[in-house]
């Protein structure tokens, strides 16, 4: 019965989390932290909890087989399914990947770039944790020498956080548990918020004013590769939101303090207790 109850607590714990999750406002860092943390708790709750009642095993002496193996078959269907979707993605961004690395060669501004020969404006990092930058004929011919650097410098921020790779397993994480609240919601607040740290970093280096104006001459290219495994300049989030993107540009607000990470030491209790099981 114990395993049972694990079970139930975890999904409870997990909606309920989710239900009552809301889209932080306030200062960029606060923010971050904040949806990264409602993104995460519930999913990590659920893969741990299946992941210790998979190690258990079911409980045998149940007088009722849903006590035992209905609980441990749920667990292991739910880790076969991660399994399942996670090589799916794998292979999917593997594929993307190849074809991009077949597209031609050339040095823009000191970094090494792929040319995609389409007229719409279009420049995005894809791949994993060493992306390909990829720029379209499209955008070379909209974009002046002066605005296309701060173009590249900001994913050159996005290559520094790693951008490509973090957010493959995070999209992983939301399509395995697509079911929950406010799934997508608190996905669409993730990727604004990393274009927002890539524009940060970037007008460190370079004059943000140029970024805005590059930003403004883009915007209306469409997002062309998926979204899981690329960080894209222009992607459809940022056309929705773009004056809070341009706004954050023009009047950058000051540093604060990353927030607190004590939710990871919840999403590890079901692990906590595997070496209590008997």
Not at 161 to 168: A, E
Request: with cysteine.
């Amino acid at each position: 019965m114990t395993h049972l109850i694990m079970l139930l607590l975890a999904l409870t714990f997990a909606w309920g989390i989710r239900q009552t999750a809301t889209i932080p406002t306030g200062g960029w860092s606060d923010r971050w932290h904040r949806t990264l943390g409602w993104f995460l708790f519930s999913p990590l709750l659920l893969c741990n909890t299946a992941l210790a009642l998979a190690y258990m095993g079911p409980c045998l002496h149940m007088a009722l087989w849903w006590e035992g193996w209905g609980s441990y078959a749920i667990a292991i269907s739910f880790l076969a399914a991660a399994i399942v979707l996670g090589l799916s993605l794998t292979i999917e961004a593997q594929r993307s990947l190849h074809q991009v690395r077949r597209y031609p060669q050339l040095e823009m501004h000191g970094k090494t770039t792929r040319l995609i020969e389409i007229s719409t404006p279009y420049v995005a990092q894809i791949g994993f944790w060493q992306p390909e930058l990829v720029v379209s004929q499209g955008l070379l011919q909209s974009l002046d020498s002066a605005h296309l650097e701060v173009v590249l410098v900001h994913e050159q921020g996005h290559l520094h956080y790693r951008d490509t790779f973090w957010f493959f397993w995070l999209g992983w994480l939301r399509r395995l548990t697509a079911w929950l609240p406010q799934t997508e919601a608190l996905w669409q607040e993730l990727l604004i918020l990393r274009e927002l740290r890539a524009d940060r970093w970037a007008a460190q280096h370079v004059d943000s004013l140029l970024l805005a104006e590059a930003l403004l001459s883009v915007v209306s290219a469409p997002q062309i590769q998926p979204e899981n495994f690329c960080a894209s300049f222009s992607s459809a989030v940022v056309r929705n939101r773009l004056n809070e993107r341009i706004n954050a540009l023009l009047e950058p607000e000051s540093s604060s303090l990353g927030g607190q990470s004590w939710w990871l030491l919840l999403v590890l209790l079901p692990l906590i207790v595997i070496p209590f099981h008997s």
